[in-house]
């Protein structure tokens, strides 16, 4: 074992009785898992020989899971309220909470109007903000000083400092609390890109407009396009301030840097990575899975909170044409990473959209849902709003507790309440670990890597000529189509297939429902597996 183990990185150091087997494979160059600067931490369940592959009349091969990192990025170790000690620090600090929220409520009211006053007739807002309009700002920036203070920072450690504008016009740091926008108001007054539903928010709406803020839709290709576009913009002018984004895209609880957006790499400027770390003995300060009116709480209610800002040097974008936005991105969270201290994974803000839907749904063990959504959206072209839909139709399975689903559950939400060799074999198809249950994570890498073949969209087209020579197919020819291959289907089994199929409800299944529904649900396509391989019309690989 020492010969291979000095040999090959990827040797399995422990074997399990059955073939199944994960493997450690060090910097390899995709999957899932843990990400390192030098490469990628990643494991890759096999399957077992035997199971036929119900799909591979599409061309695609038996699906493989990259082994899911066991980390959880976005969770508050301190959620709860704590024991003796807290409750106790909680009693001897109320007098305190209420000089607090005194001092907050000041310092929001005073830099709201001060915000009204300089911001009061300016009709230009594409270009940059007059000096004196500027300089009134400032009295809201001390306000913003004032309101990290009544949060408990009466100090910050700061290391470094930042580069001038004209050097480094845009600026990246990770995201941990609401409280890395307030610093960087108060110290950097930066024009900084939020989403559009921040522009809303009571008072912080106001002072956001002030700073010239990009705004952005995540789930809009225009206005991401947009956003770029005014970050090159206000990048390439050194009247602006500078850029400020949180490539993360949401918070995390700064024990890992999770997968960056491209928005600040890809207009080409040099950027000033800036980390931010809040060192904890009892109260991790973090906004994950905690509401905001309970963090703010616990703010208030500790003695001294602390907080340390470290500016990093310059990474600046190379001549090399090799050097596109994605490696100058990885340059950077790699720079960001190796000075935290922390690694890097494959989660995004897709997985807390998920979390946060099958906190919704399921209410408990809400992690057994997250897929590293930046590695999935790379590899199969899928968006968080379809992992989303399809988390839906994952629940209407009836998961159990651990967030799996066995094969029965499986198809009785399609009505096949009883298994046939062909269900089986795409029942098998989706469980890579032969546990005899899958999870959400391996029924959304199944269901995309189905629809990712190129001869998808082909078949569902050749299926549907091929069932039926009209342009609507009724019930009663679904199932003369479906009985041969599936003898034991029931009336009721027809009836709501045929209503998943059906997807306007007009009592018919025309192709354009044929197809959404197949897109909806890719593994039901092998139901016309026999229909579409008679088509002389495809070819298959």
């Known amino acids: 074992m020492a010969n291979n183990m000095n040999g090959d990185l990827t040797y399995p150091l422990l074997r399990e009785a059955d073939d199944t087997e994960v493997i450690i494979d060090i910097g390899a160059a995709g999957g899932g898992g843990i990400n390192g600067c030098a490469g990628k931490v990643n494991g890759r369940v096999g399957r077992e020989e035997g199971c036929e592959n119900p799909f591979e009349f599409l061309g ?5 899971e990259p082994a899911l990192s066991p980390v959880d990025p976005f969770r508050n170790h301190t959620a709860g309220m704590g024991g003796v000690y807290e409750w106790c620090k909680i ?10 929220l005194a001092l907050f409520g000041i310092a929001i009211a005073i830099g709201y109007l001060v915000t009204r006053v300089a911001l009061e007739g300016w009709k230009d807002k594409q270009s940059p903000m007059p000096r004196w309009r500027c300089r009134l700002m400032w009295v809201t920036r001390i306000c913003a000083r004032c309101i990290l203070f009544s949060f408990g920072y009466h100090w910050i450690k700061r ?5 001038s504008r004209e050097l480094a016009p845009v600026v990246v740091s990770n995201h941990i609390s609401y409280i890395e926008p307030i610093f960087f108001f108060y110290e950097l007054f930066p024009t900084i890109v939020a989403s559009e ?3 809303s928010l009571p008072f912080v709406g106001t002072i956001i407009r002030a700073m010239q803020v990009i705004y952005v839709d995540r789930f809009s290709a225009a206005s991401r396009k947009n956003a770029v576009t005014e970050i090159k913009r206000k990048a390439s002018c050194n009247s602006f301030p500078r850029v400020l984004l ?11 840097l999770i997968s960056f957006q491209l928005g600040a790499f890809i207009p080409g400027y040099p950027v000033q990575p800036v980390i931010v770390r809040y060192p904890y003995v009892h109260f991790d300060q973090s906004w994950g899975n905690i509401s905001l009116l309970k963090l703010m709480f616990k703010m208030f209610t500790q003695f001294h909170n602390f907080m340390e800002v470290e500016y990093l040097p310059i990474v600046t974008p190379l001549e090399s044409k090799k050097d596109n936005a994605v490696n100058f991105s990885r340059r950077t969270s790699c720079a960001m990473s190796c000075a935290l201290n922390v690694l890097q994974t494959s989660h995004s803000y897709g997985d807390l959209m998920i979390l946060t839907r099958a906190s919704e749904l399921a209410k408990n063990k809400c992690t057994n849902y997250t897929v590293e959504m930046a590695w999935i959206e790379s590899n199969f072209n899928i968006s968080t709003s379809e992992a989303v839909e399809l988390l839906d139709q994952f629940f209407a399975m009836n998961p159990d ?3 799996r689903v066995g094969i029965h559950d499986f198809w009785t939400a399609f009505g096949l309440e009883l298994s046939s060799p062909l269900c089986e074999k795409i029942f098998c198809y989706f469980d890579v670990e032969r546990k005899g249950s899958i ?4 029924f959304l890498i199944g269901s995309a890597h189905i629809r990712k073949q190129p001869m998808f969209m082909r078949a569902c087209e050749a299926a549907f000529d091929k069932c039926t020579e009209t342009c609507q197919m009724s019930i009663t020819q679904l199932s003369d189509i479906l009985r ?4 034991y289907m029931t009336d009721n089994s027809i009836h709501q297939l045929f209503q998943i199929f059906d997807v306007d409800d007009d009592g018919t299944i025309s192709k354009h429902d044929f197809i959404i529904c197949l897109r909806k649900f890719p593994h039901l396509v092998a139901l016309f597996a026999d229909y579409i391989v008679s088509d002389q019309s495809m070819e298959f690989v």
Do not use: C
């Not at 009693?91 to 607090?100: E, S, Y």
């Not at 290391?159 to 580069?163: E, F, H």
């Not at 490539?247 to 995390?252: D, H, N, Y």
């Open 60 to 64: 695609a091969p038996p699906m493989t």
């Open 91 to 100: 009693v001897v600090l109320l007098p305190i909470v209420a000089l607090r």
């Open 159 to 163: 290391k470094g400092r930042p580069a």
């Open 197 to 199: 539903s921040h522009d």
């Open 246 to 256: 949180f490539p993360e895209g949401t918070t995390t609880n700064g024990r890992f």
């Open 401 to 403: 507790s651990n967030g």
């Open 439 to 442: 999870t959400f994570r391996q």
């Open 484 to 487: 041969p291959t599936m003898s």
